[in-house]
């Protein structure tokens, strides 16, 4: 049977200290982990990171300021969240500023599922469990330490499910708007926040419709099932859904009216010229049109990044919390965030985003997608500790679950098998990356002074390890000033030019009169930079 508030009430009654002590443990565990991944100059080891750096500055510091540079292809809140800080230039280039974003949101995602885990069995100690299986993932503890944008939406999706629940046991409205907001937030965050919205809002009909019925004098079976159908326990569903989405659907809206307004297109996040799909999934990906190979794909990123054990006790501890509670609004809260495998797997058959493995693909990419189902192999876990309640060993399979958790991430770290960590190595070390690397290390010895005429898309690292205040940059963000630039940057004031041999600025530039005012003084064969002849320095050379 599901766990009624009242019965609740002497735990929760306890539960700030403990939750102290939660958040004390987790922020303990993440300023470790932050320092172990700085140390090996990891932090900033995903291209993505540096591009979220970028996007949150720009929005303060560049050749056109304002709320616009945000752009229209990542959500927004995580950019928002990282600008204050990463306006402070020694903590926008260290990386710091994005990964106090994502070490701020692994604490509250630890305290939110300790919390969620009591809520559901009423036991402190299954709480801890679920907790300290989050923060013990090894796969966790390096992207909370990375501007990644991950961590916070475990955050917002943990509280958004963690309110319904409370709203589930408790029918106050003021956990359904808690359940809102933090619904919000996870709609801002990533998309993915957009499938577990899909999915909490399914369950708040279905809660508020059964709580109606639950109203009427019917004794028999059919009186319940007409009375679940009648106007009046539509009314109530209607009502508490829309109370619902009237909050947790508006930054969707707001996203979309965005979109329309600033780029001529409601759905440009979606196919916009630096969000459509073929940008990112190659010809012969694999799992494109193959079910059986999108399920194995996204099976392998699971299982990679939370290993075959803990996912196997999880789904049994997720059968015992379903065969407990008979489905109710809890357990229904708790499997919205299981809808995000099939998601993954359908985005993955349609050919949205490329997720590779090395048992399909034989290297590693996005396997970050496989990390969100710690969320509900942590409550899975947590709720499975707890079997052994009201009797003399109940401390064991809390004791073992744990000692297994740790276990596991402990083998992983020694085995050097932690996938976001093996791949994030693989960006920093692969040729792109070391040629990005030596081009922005000569422009940064180089650069003196002028305006620079350069595609931001897929030059990132290079802007970001040169140094070149982003003041300086005219790029496809720039209003009103990208495509003068192109059509002439000498008029335009551009004193340097770099060219990627397929990004926009060669396609548009490469072998015409307007750059032939420019001397070229660097070329590896895929970059070019080039300088303002009478203004080139002497001596210098490719």
Not at 154 to 163: H, K, M, N, P
């Amino acid at each position: 049977m599901a766990v009624s508030a009242a019965a609740l009430r002497p735990t929760l009654a306890t539960l700030p200290t403990r939750r102290r002590w939660v958040a004390a443990v987790a922020a303990i565990a993440s300023l470790s982990a932050y320092v172990v991944a700085a140390r090996r100059g990891a932090i900033l080891d995903y291209p993505d990171s540096i591009a979220h750096l970028l996007i949150s500055r720009r929005v303060v510091a560049s050749s056109t300021p304002g709320l616009a540079q945000l752009g229209n292809v990542w959500l927004p809140l995580p950019h928002l969240l990282t600008l204050p800080f990463a306006a402070i230039g020694s903590l926008f280039y260290s990386g710091l500023a994005g990964s106090i974003v994502s070490m701020a949101a692994f604490v509250a995602t630890a305290v939110l599922l300790q919390r969620t885990v009591m809520r559901l069995t009423g036991s402190c100690g299954a709480g801890w469990v679920a907790a300290s299986v989050f923060m013990t993932n090894p796969a966790v503890l390096y992207l909370q330490a990375t501007p990644m944008t991950e961590t916070l939406l475990f955050a917002c999706v943990t509280g958004a499910v963690y309110a319904v629940v409370c709203w589930g046991q408790s029918g106050r409205y003021e956990w359904l708007a808690v359940a809102g907001v933090a619904a919000l937030l996870g709609t801002m965050s990533r998309y993915e926040g957009w499938i577990v919205l899909a999915g909490l809002a399914a369950v708040v009909v279905i809660g508020a419709a059964r709580r109606d019925a639950r109203t009427t004098t019917a004794t028999t079976i059919g009186g319940r099932l007409a009375a679940l159908g009648s106007r009046g326990a539509r009314g109530a569903a209607e009502g508490s859904v829309v109370f619902f989405l009237a909050i947790a659907a508006g930054g969707i809206g707001l996203w979309l009216l965005w979109n329309q307004v600033l780029f001529g297109d409601w759905l440009g996040f979606q196919r916009g010229t630096y969000a459509k799909p073929s940008l990112w999934v190659s010809a012969g990906e694999p799992a494109v049109g193959d079910l059986g190979v999108a399920l194995r794909t996204y099976g392998y990123a699971v299982t990679g990044n939370v290993g075959p054990v803990l996912l196997a006790l999880a789904a049994v501890g997720l059968v015992v919390l379903v065969w407990r509670s008979g489905l109710d609004v809890a357990s229904m809260a708790v499997g919205s965030l299981v809808l995000l495998a099939p998601f993954y797997v359908l985005s993955l058959y349609l050919g949205q985003r490329p997720l590779h493995v090395t048992q399909i693909s034989g290297d590693l990419y996005n396997t970050r997608f496989g990390l969100l189902m710690i969320l509900p192999v942590a409550i899975g876990l947590g709720v499975l500790a707890n079997l052994g309640a009201g009797r003399a060993w109940h401390l064991v399979p809390k004791v073992a679950l744990v000692a297994v958790a740790v276990g596991s991430a402990a083998l992983s770290v020694h085995g050097g098998d932690v996938s976001v960590v093996r791949e994030a190595e693989a960006f920093e070390s692969s040729p792109t990356e070391e040629a990005n690397a030596a081009a922005a290390s000569w422009w940064r010895a180089n650069y003196d002074d002028g305006l620079v005429l350069m595609e931001g898309f897929g030059n990132e690292t290079v802007i970001f390890e040169s140094r070149i205040p982003l003041d300086r940059f005219v790029y496809e963000g720039s209003y009103q000033r990208w495509e003068p630039a192109l059509t002439d940057p000498a008029e335009s004031d551009i004193t340097w030019i770099y060219l990627r041999a397929d990004d926009e600025v060669h396609d548009r530039l490469a072998g015409t009169p307007a750059i032939d005012r420019y001397q070229q003084l660097f070329d590896d064969g895929v970059r070019q930079i080039f300088r303002l002849r009478d203004r080139a320095p002497a001596g210098a050379g490719a």
